[in-house]
Nanobody, 125 residues
Framework: QVQLVQTGGGLAQAGGSLGLSCAVS????????MAWFRQSPGKEHEFVAK????????QYADSVKGRFTISRDVIRNTIYLQMNNLKPEDTGVYFC??????????????????WGQGTQVTVSS
């Protein structure tokens, strides 16, 4: 069983920074492409960023490119999302997710089999 436990997030002012962590309790951690999604009230899950199994490749939504950084620590079985220059539209519940598909095919929420519990991020203007 793969379990994802998130920490971090909270409240920040526009232009500020926050970080998110996602600890994965699985010996198969290194085999899962990982991603962050976010959800605002009344909206579907929105892709934020994903990272491949080695951590050598990543991809970002246009809305966060240049401001957010996804990374993974294979020793600590943890992925991170560093969020800089935050904007009010970044507000939402952020979820980490683990895929059982290849990195290239891991795009939609339905491609990800395991999910964290969600963490609120609120950015005030």
């Amino acid at each position: 069983q793969v379990q994802l436990v998130q920490t971090g997030g909270g409240l920040a002012q526009a232009g500020g920074s926050l970080g998110l962590s996602c600890a994965v309790s699985a010996r198969t951690f290194s085999s899962h492409p990982m991603a962050w999604f976010r959800q605002s009230p009344g909206k579907e899950h929105e892709f934020v960023a994903k990272i491949n199994t080695s951590g050598g490749a990543s991809q970002y939504a246009d809305s966060v490119k240049g401001r957010f950084t996804i990374s993974r620590d294979v020793i600590r079985n943890t992925i991170y999302l560093q969020m800089n220059n935050l904007k009010p539209e970044d507000t939402g519940v952020y979820f980490c997710a683990a895929s059982v598909r290849s990195w290239f095919l891991s795009e939609k929420p339905s491609d990800f089999a395991y999910w964290g519990q969600g963490t609120q991020v609120t950015v005030s203007s």
